[in-house]
C-alpha cells in the first residue's frame, strides 16, 4: 500500500504530496478555499502547517484528507 512521505506548502495554495513509491502529486486547494471543509485553509498560515501520518494529509485536529480523495481531488 502507498503511504504518504512528506506534504510540501507552496505558493497560492498550491501542495505537493510525496509518496513512499517516488511519485508525487500536485494539488492545487485555491478552489476549494469557499467549501465548508477546507474554508479554514484560506488562512495562509494555517494552510502551511500542514503535515501527513503517512496515511493522512493533516491541518492539526481540524482538517483532514485521506490518500484516495488526494487522487480524487487532483483528477478535478
Given at each position: 500500500?502507498?503511504?504518504?512521505?512528506?506534504?510540501?506548502?507552496?505558493?497560492?495554495?498550491?501542495?505537493e504530496?510525496?509518496l513512499?513509491?517516488?511519485?508525487?502529486v500536485?494539488?492545487?486547494?485555491?478552489?476549494?478555499?469557499?467549501?465548508?471543509?477546507f474554508k479554514?485553509l484560506?488562512?495562509?498560515?494555517?494552510?502551511?502547517?500542514?503535515t501527513?501520518?503517512?496515511?493522512?494529509?493533516?491541518?492539526?485536529?481540524?482538517?483532514?484528507?485521506?490518500?484516495?480523495?488526494?487522487?480524487?481531488?487532483?483528477?478535478?
Amino acid at each position: 500500500m502507498v503511504r504518504i512521505k512528506a506534504v510540501i506548502p507552496k505558493e497560492d495554495y498550491m501542495m505537493e504530496v510525496m509518496l513512499d513509491n517516488g511519485s508525487s502529486v500536485s494539488l492545487n486547494m485555491k478552489n476549494r478555499l469557499g467549501t465548508v471543509r477546507f474554508k479554514m485553509l484560506a488562512d495562509r498560515e494555517f494552510f502551511q502547517k500542514v503535515t501527513t501520518d503517512g496515511s493522512l494529509v493533516l491541518w492539526g485536529d481540524e482538517v483532514e484528507m485521506s490518500l484516495s480523495e488526494v487522487f480524487q481531488l487532483a483528477r478535478k
